[in-house]
């Protein structure tokens, strides 16, 4: 049968998914009377929550007498990393581009990693049904962004395909009357267009790692396309290690992909994308090849953490009442198992302690690692982001990124005096009828702890973006940390109205009156730069029955509602968040009042000193 193995690239919400949803039906991978959810490739439930991928999925489809594997790939710049090994397995993509928004900066990632790849590119222009779509401007772009990344010529005359992936319809015409139901027109230019993986069934088997999985059964899963020759279950073949060593394992289990699904397999060959279980310590780039034919292919290079936090056991005084796994062996376990599929992950215990340095590609990347744990039942505490610093030729460096800014223009004022505070530096503007875009290069400190302060800058309309770029020296500007105090409890209890009147006066709360608090939690935002401690567990003394039902007149304005992300931007290096599996509390990490204020008072002195 014959093959075409490619990608769907594209910037976060351009339709990466719900195109292969609708490229899933057109080859009739469903029942006509079937239902299907939207977004069928994206499993995970944050996934679905959220309306991102966070790992690449692998699919296959049969057309035309050709099976097609289609590897989803994330769109989001702290998932980079699955999109720039799995150009390693495939020979072609669609470049997914939103006919509306034009090419975003991840645009510019992905494409760049496929050109580098010499991977052939299919232009999808997706989304052609909204009414304030620009399809000429869109191709402009697109074809600027092909000279600018250095693509050969071959690839500037590339074919290009016109979707609206939401309604199911596409065609080869930038007309949007031309379209008609069904993704034949897509599915046809991958066969014309897309060159058969070239390779040799009767060689010695080659396939290298790509991406892992990892199952409670059989241990960690390795995945990749095999470039030469063919493998079986039972088989005992080699693996050429990343130190040069070799070492043999018998092929345990063999997967293969048909629409949706993983199934077992005996047997496959040279072309197709497959998942070998059988070695528990597989890694991404190693080369599995015939015993006494070792050939492995170049390795693989993975982009290294830029972010890191510390993660330990809960230490609160609310510590167990929620959650079910609450021990430093738990965590641990837990963490080295995440380890085990998500190669971008690092996991270092602290020594004597029940804390753990979790370095990651951002704060994405690790908030949903905490979320996951979250609705798993474990409860834990974990600090504030900081990045990864690095000595290259002695000298201390912190890695940069490339910020690309999209905002109505009532807002673009505030944005450049916030970027401005943080030591970004404007490289291009593009103001347009109502929105300007806005391009900075800024150290990835200064984006911590940025995104709600953006979106409360820009009333949720402003669109944010950021890719790394690479590693500079590092600057002696403090970037960063929150600049406005806290409002911390005092006492532990429930809080109630009464109190919660008087302390409101003092800023904004983040709680709600019958909440559970204990003190060093922090309850709310003061008004000015420093931390107010402050009792919300009063209760008013009562004198008569008439009293009593004072506390029913109290009214109070609505607390600020705090996501995970949210808080993780928020809180400063002397704070934590606690996450259990029904809640998560920002709180000090010194909790006692006293002794916080002693803490607080010696670090002053320290720095007048200084």
């Not at 939401?166 to 599915?187: C, F, I, N, Y």
């Not at 693989?300 to 993660?311: G, S, V």
């Not at 190669?343 to 994405?364: C, M, N, Q, Y």
Request: hydrophobic residues 40%.
């Amino acid at each position: 049968m014959n093959i075409r193995n490619i990608a769907i690239i594209a910037h976060v919400d351009h339709g990466k998914t719900t195109l292969v949803d609708q490229l899933l039906r057109t080859s009739g991978a469903f029942r006509a009377n079937e239902e299907v959810a939207t977004r069928i490739m994206d499993s995970n439930d944050i996934e679905r929550e959220r309306g991102i991928t966070i790992l690449a999925k692998t699919t296959s489809i049969i057309y035309k007498d050709t099976k097609i594997n289609i590897l989803d790939t994330p769109g989001h710049a702290d998932f980079g990393g699955e999109v720039e090994r799995i150009m390693n397995m495939v020979d072609g993509c669609l470049l997914l581009v939103d006919a509306f928004e034009g090419t975003m900066p991840q645009t510019r990632f992905v494409l760049k990693k496929a050109l580098e790849a010499h991977i052939k590119p299919i232009v999808v222009i997706n989304k052609i049904d909204r009414s304030n779509s620009n399809i000429s401007k869109t191709l402009d772009e697109v074809l600027d962004l092909f000279i600018e990344l250095g693509a050969p010529d071959e690839f500037l005359e590339f074919p290009c395909v016109y979707t609206s992936a939401l309604k199911g319809t596409s065609s080869l015409d930038p007309d949007p009357s031309t379209q008609v139901d069904g993704m034949e027109a897509v599915l046809d230019t991958i066969i014309k267009e897309i060159p058969a993986p070239k390779v040799d069934k009767n060689a010695p088997l080659q396939l290298q790692i790509a991406l892992l999985d990892y199952n409670d059964f059989v241990g960690r899963i390795g995945i990749g396309t095999i470039k030469q020759g063919k493998i079986n279950v039972d088989d005992v073949v080699a693996v050429s290690r990343l130190d040069g060593s070799v070492k043999q394992f018998k092929v345990m289990k063999l997967f293969g992909y048909e629409n949706v699904k993983r199934l077992e397999i005996e047997h496959a060959e040279a072309g197709d994308i497959v998942a070998v279980a059988g070695l528990t310590d597989i890694n991404v780039g190693e080369t599995i090849c015939g015993v006494g034919a070792i050939n492995p292919l170049p390795l693989i290079r993975l982009d290294e953490p830029t972010l890191q936090m510390t993660f330990g056991t809960n230490t609160s005084p609310f510590s167990g009442n929620d959650g079910k796994l609450l021990t430093a062996r738990k965590i641990e376990e837990r963490l080295f198992r995440e380890t085990q599929k998500d190669v971008a992950l690092r996991v270092k215990r602290i020594p004597d302690s029940e804390t753990w340095i979790v370095s990651g590609r951002g704060e994405l990347h690790l908030s949903i690692l905490i979320e996951n744990m979250r609705r798993e039942g474990f409860e834990l505490e974990v600090s504030k982001p900081q990045v990864i610093i690095k000595e290259i030729d002695g000298q201390k460096c912190e890695p940069y990124e490339d910020l690309t800014i999209d905002v109505p223009n009532e807002y673009v004022g505030d944005v450049m005096t916030t970027l401005g505070e943080r030591n970004a530096e404007l490289v291009d503007m593009d103001a347009r009828e109502t929105v300007t875009i806005m391009r900075y290069v800024i150290a990835s400190r200064g984006l911590l702890g940025y995104m709600t302060n953006f979106m409360t800058l820009t009333k949720g309309y402003g669109i944010l973006s950021h890719t790394y770029r690479e590693y500079r020296p590092v600057t002696t500007n403090a970037i960063g940390e929150r600049p406005i105090g806290v409002l911390v409890a005092t006492e532990q209890g429930q809080a109630t109205p009464y109190a919660m009147e008087h302390v409101e006066e003092r800023g904004t709360m983040f709680i709600e009156p019958g909440t559970l608090v204990y003190e060093g939690m922090i309850v709310g935002e003061n008004r000015y730069a420093i931390d107010l401690a402050v009792n919300v567990v009063l209760k008013k003394n009562l004198t008569n029955v008439r009293s009593s039902t004072k506390d029913n007149t109290v009214v109070l304005k609505t607390p600020r509602k705090m996501s995970l992300e949210a808080c993780l931007d928020y809180i400063n290096s002397d704070e934590l968040v606690e996450i259990t599996p029904t809640t998560y509390r920002m709180r000090k990490k010194i909790l006692n009042t006293v002794d916080r204020k002693k803490f607080d008072a010696h670090v002053r002195r320290g720095d007048l000193e200084e």
